[in-house]
């Protein structure tokens, strides 16, 4: 990961520090002067909510006032639904099969997301010191800034590995993760943060809009307010005035607010902190142990991942499985994992291959996971089903009106399916294979390329 930096004086135009180029400037490196962000919590949204987006100087004034954040009241948050396909092999048939994977995502109004972000850069202080205090620094891995990759978050446990020739790994995922996280168990957490027995009256007005948040579904909201989904640009970037919210929206009545004692809605900026802030005492006291034992403890987001001695493997899993039944979660047994590393003939070899961030190791050779490949197969034949289709129908029209038809554009393409575009799949791979040293994975991207050609000449 990157840092952003701003340019001297370009509005508020953040820029990557390695592609200095962007629409309507140009930049010689050598002569561009950066500075780092100097307020991290701010940050311009463009979406269209029930407010109008506000600048900096507002936003300030908004979220370092106590009494205002206390007594803010929080629009509905908007919410959709972010399909991705999982692709899975079945046993039986030895077939891939898709499933589609369905998470609810939400968004928040613009004052109410400043307010997120700048209770999130506090607390995120306060975390980074209790992580420090408790060793923990290598440990938890996910929605910090680590300035790491998922590639170099796999390399480090596979290299763990490595160095201990035998040992036991087990890999646990929590079910439903943010859709359980316990509201009481939450708020103590936060206090204890804080270093206070219970939450003050601001901290405790964002944790109540979070744990008791009103959501509206953008579907069903756009429809009520005549407002395309795919194309909602307007003169405004506010959605509707004051006076349509209360005549309009809350009338239909499509408004829904949570109940329960669990869950918080992914999507807001503060929710990846608050599920690490949640997780701080398990991860205490599973590292403490582990450490103890000589071996190593990760945590991304829900997926725990522990390296133990082979004699140790039986009390590393119960422990585990005890103290998140304290947090009130559940451990997806179905998804558990527990590979065997041992040295045979001079070579490291695993039961199974251990799969982990999107990568498989068996002791010797890393690889990207055959679903992956097939999920990248998948897309690129469709989008390139997609892309003929289209220019078949405007040679269509272009004959009808005299013209000579065209050939398939192929730069959009290449961009997104092969080694010529800079951010995709293929690019990611051949990262992935540079940085873990993996003759592997290059093997497993080389045939790519010509599947893309047979595909555009079918």
């Known amino acids: 990961m990157v840092e952003k930096y701003y340019l001297v004086n370009p509005g508020e135009r953040s820029i990557d520090c390695r592609h200095l180029r962007s629409p309507g400037l140009l930049v010689h490196p050598e002569k561009v002067r950066l500075f780092k962000k100097k307020h991290p919590w701010f940050r311009r949204r463009g979406y269209r909510h029930f407010d109008n987006p506000i600048g900096f100087a507002t936003a300030r004034k908004i979220v370092t006032s106590p009494h205002r954040v206390e007594t803010h009241s929080f629009y509905p948050l908007i919410d959709f639904n972010a399909t991705s396909i999982k692709v899975k092999r079945e046993a039986s048939t030895n077939q891939l099969k898709k499933i589609p994977k369905i998470r609810p995502i939400c968004y928040a109004a613009h004052i109410d997301s400043h307010i997120y972000s700048y209770y999130a850069y506090m607390l995120a202080k306060r975390y980074e010191q209790a992580v420090h205090e408790n060793g923990l620094d290598t440990c938890v891995i996910a929605f910090r800034s680590l300035k790491k990759s998922n590639i170099e978050f796999a390399a480090d446990v596979f290299d763990?590995?490595?160095?201990?020739?035998?040992?036991?790994?087990?890999?646990?995922?929590?079910?439903?993760?943010?859709?359980?996280?316990?509201?009481?168990?939450?708020?103590?957490?936060?206090?204890?943060?804080?270093?206070?027995?219970?939450?003050?009256?601001?901290?405790?007005?964002?944790?109540?809009?979070?744990?008791?948040?009103?959501?509206?579904?953008?579907?069903?909201?756009?429809?009520?307010?005549?407002?395309?989904?795919?194309?909602?640009g307007g003169n405004s970037k506010r959605l509707c005035s004051v006076e349509d919210f209360r005549e309009k929206v809350r009338k239909a009545k499509i408004i829904k607010r949570q109940t329960g004692t669990k869950g918080i809605p992914q999507g807001s900026p503060i929710s990846a902190l608050l599920s690490n802030i949640y997780m701080l005492a398990f991860d205490i006291v599973i590292n403490s142990y582990v450490q103890k034992c000589g071996g190593r403890y990760f945590r991304y987001c829900d997926d725990m991942l522990l390296i133990v001695p082979a004699e140790e493997k039986n009390q590393a899993l119960n422990l585990a499985e005890a103290e998140i039944k304290k947090l009130l979660l559940i451990i997806q047994s179905e998804k558990t994992e527990q590979r065997d590393f041992a040295v045979v003939a001079g070579k490291l070899q695993s039961s199974k291959p251990l799969q982990y961030l999107g990568f498989l190791f068996d002791g010797q050779r890393i690889l990207l996971r055959s679903a992956s490949l097939a999920r990248y197969s998948d897309r690129m034949r469709r989008g390139i089903r997609l892309a003929k289709a289209t220019m078949k129908k405007k040679n269509e029209v272009r004959t009808a009106n005299g013209d000579a038809a065209k050939a398939l554009f192929k730069r959009k393409i290449y961009k997104r399916y092969t080694c010529v575009g800079r951010r995709n799949f293929i690019t990611y791979g051949y990262r992935a294979a540079q940085m873990m040293q993996s003759k592997s994975i290059k093997k497993q991207l080389r045939c790519l390329w010509l599947r893309v050609q047979k595909e555009i000449l079918k």
Request: aromatic share 8%.
């Open 160 to 232: 763990e590995i490595k160095r201990r020739d035998n040992c036991h790994v087990i890999c646990l995922d929590i079910k439903g993760f943010f859709d359980n996280l316990d509201h009481e168990t939450l708020k103590n957490s936060w206090a204890n943060i804080l270093g206070q027995e219970k939450l003050p009256g601001d901290h405790y007005a964002v944790f109540r809009s979070l744990t008791n948040h009103a959501k509206v579904g953008k579907t069903e909201l756009y429809a009520l307010l005549d407002i395309s989904i795919h194309n909602p």
